[in-house]
T-cell receptor, first 113, second 113 residues
């Protein structure tokens, strides 16, 4: 079975710096990798999706990459702000939004002013 | 954007009672909805896939007679925790498939005393 691993449980960075979060997967390559933000006591909020044939996706201060050779996705937040502090979840999907997601454990990001 | 609501947002019940949680897609129709459970400091774990008009598909280890799922319309799925016990206390989150991704509800915190 496929596993999604987010090795860093927590990451602390200074405001204004770029935060980089890592997501690794094992076995077969997922069709999609998705990144979500989750605040305490709330459901995940969709941020970005990248397909296996795409190398990079951007949305405002967010950037995600997909390296099928390394079996890894990197999630970057540039010019980080304290409001970016949250848990970020990586998830894989085999197909569209109508297939179940398998989540990593998440990385709790703290942006320090 | 797509909005998914859950009701109630939190519930406290006595051991042995049943609790129903509703999940609604407010501005789109969802043939497929998903139910996840999240324990403290853990990631989301898929419990079941709910298909409109047909039986739900449960993940291994999830008791279908204990967690009853009904997907009666394209905008509503319900999860009923029957004969709840303290170990069922958790954060229950639903999602609805929308295009390439899923949209999550805000979650329901269940505490069984």
């Amino acid at each position: 079975s496929q596993k999604i691993e987010q090795n860093s449980e927590a990451l602390n960075i200074q405001e204004g710096k770029t935060a980089t979060l890592t997501c690794n997967y094992t076995n077969y390559s997922p069709a999609y990798l998705q990144w979500y933000r989750q605040d305490p006591g709330r459901g995940p909020v969709f941020l970005l999706l990248i397909r296996e044939n795409e190398k990079e996706k951007r949305k405002e201060r967010l950037k995600v990459t997909f390296d099928t050779t390394l079996k890894q996705s990197l999630f970057h937040i540039t010019a980080s702000q304290p409001a970016d502090s949250a848990t970020y979840l990586c998830a894989r999907a085999l197909d569209s939004g109508n297939t179940p997601l398998v989540f990593g454990k998440g990385t709790r990001l703290s942006v320090i002013a | 954007g797509a909005v998914v609501s859950q009701h109630p947002s939190w519930v406290i019940c006595k051991s042995g009672t049943s609790v129903k949680i509703e999940c609604r897609s407010l501005d789109f129709q969802a043939t497929t909805m998903f139910w996840y459970r999240q324990f403290p400091k853990q990631s989301l774990m898929l419990m079941a896939t709910s298909n409109e008009g047909s039986k739900a598909t449960y993940e291994q280890g999830v008791e279908k007679d204990k967690f009853l799922i009904n997907h009666a319309s394209l905008t509503l799925s319900t999860l009923t925790v029957t004969s709840a016990h303290p170990e069922d206390s958790s954060f229950y989150i639903c999602s609805a498939g929308g295009g390439e991704t899923q949209y999550f509800g805000p979650g329901t915190r269940l505490l069984v005393l």
